[in-house]
């Protein structure tokens, strides 16, 4: 298998509600990649999204989207994995060129969740005969988590909320963040509307559209194509029982834990190797459980690092660097894309007043559903 680098990233800033076509985001954010790596040309293009045959009544995406960007005639092909499509996409693109089927290969996420009713739609990530009839969502299944959580380690009230704080702080650094503008503090966590309790209006990813891409290479032409190349040195993906209700421990995230041990056998790697985290944090629960799953604290312990500051960018263990999903903005299939393009940024040295001194490893999960699918990625500079 060959080696993969990151060779070039495009990013279009999210917003509540893009005036471009569903196409036209998909496009620009490849154009935009492609200019970054100095290439006119793919061999092939793997798309992520969610919703757009809901919202947008448009399967076939990739292959739409390739014609928007002057790409006609590439294999493009869609890829899915609900909430964590973006990750899966960029999975599909590594193995292709680390195969050998592929030398360059271009990956881009999209989404326009301002097109409609967007919840009953990711519900569908559940069990659509045995939960979702109940009234389940995503929203409820991350604040059962949370409940439970709170009900088994009994962290002081405000100790979760350190987590919107951080990813807010960090968002006002980036120029692509949704909620660059917005300071906000603990007592505003805590005072912002009960949406789904214990969760509450600043404990979740905002609905909003943007695109992001990037161009993969084979290691033996990224420095041909660029001066700052981004090698990637693991990609996993598990899966855990697809119910809630069927997890001996739902708190363990066992897809997100069998997941990250994979990766980081894969890398040669551990936890204290890593120098920044972009975790999934559409909910402020799965960021602290992702913190405990992936190693850097005992179970229940993931909270402390939120309270001790030690997730902020000259932290331990630095998280959501750039305003991650609450802030930065969770447009579904692009999240995973949006990630990638600010790791590239933080190794390369160029992430502006985001950046985390001297970072040289980067880790980044996925999360498909309720955590039943989970994709790890590692990068280094």
Request: charged share 15%; proline share 5%.
């Amino acid at each position: 298998m060959r080696q993969v680098s990151i060779v070039g990233i495009g990013q279009l800033p999210v917003q509540k509600a893009h005036s471009q076509s569903l196409r036209q985001l998909g496009a620009t954010a490849v154009r935009l990649a492609l200019a970054d790596a100095g290439v006119t040309k793919l061999d092939a293009l793997y798309s992520a999204n969610m919703l757009a045959d809901e919202l947008q009544g448009q399967k076939h995406l990739a292959a739409l989207i390739a014609d928007e960007a002057g790409l006609a005639g590439v294999e493009a092909l869609e890829v899915g994995a609900a909430t964590a499509a973006g990750a899966a996409a960029l999975r599909m693109g590594i193995l292709a060129v680390a195969g050998g089927t592929a030398d360059v290969v271009g990956v881009v996420g999209v989404e326009k969740m301002s097109g409609g009713a967007a919840t009953p739609i990711l519900a569908k990530a559940l069990d659509a005969e045995q939960e979702v009839p109940g009234g389940a969502t995503l929203l409820s299944q991350n604040a059962r988590l949370m409940q439970l959580y709170l009900d088994r380690y009994r962290p002081p009230a405000e100790a979760l909320a350190h987590f919107s704080v951080n990813a807010h702080a960090n968002a006002a650094g980036n120029p692509y963040a949704l909620f660059r503008d917005r300071h906000v503090t603990v007592q505003d966590v805590l005072a912002s509307r009960l949406v789904s309790p214990p969760i509450r209006l600043l404990d979740s990813s905002p609905i909003c559209d943007g695109a992001a891409a990037v161009v993969l290479a084979a290691t033996e032409l990224a420095g041909r194509l660029t001066r700052h190349p981004v090698h990637i040195l693991a990609s996993s993906a598990a899966t855990d029982r697809f119910r809630l209700a069927d997890r001996p421990d739902p708190l363990a995230l066992a897809a997100a834990g069998r997941s990250v041990a994979a990766a980081f056998a894969q890398a040669g790697l551990s936890p204290a190797d890593v120098d920044l985290f972009e975790a999934h944090d559409a909910f402020t629960i799965m960021a602290c459980l992702s913190l405990e799953a992936a190693g850097f604290v005992p179970p229940g312990q993931g909270w402390r690092l939120a309270v001790a500051g030690e997730i902020g960018l000259p932290g331990r263990i630095p998280l959501s660097t750039m305003g991650g999903l609450k802030a930065r903005g969770h447009p579904i299939g692009a999240t995973a894309l949006y990630q990638v393009g600010e790791i590239v940024l933080q190794l390369t040295g160029r992430a502006g007043p985001c950046q985390v001194p001297n970072a040289r490893l980067a880790l980044m999960q996925s999360v498909g559903g309720a955590a039943t699918t989970v994709i790890t990625h590692i990068f280094g500079a």
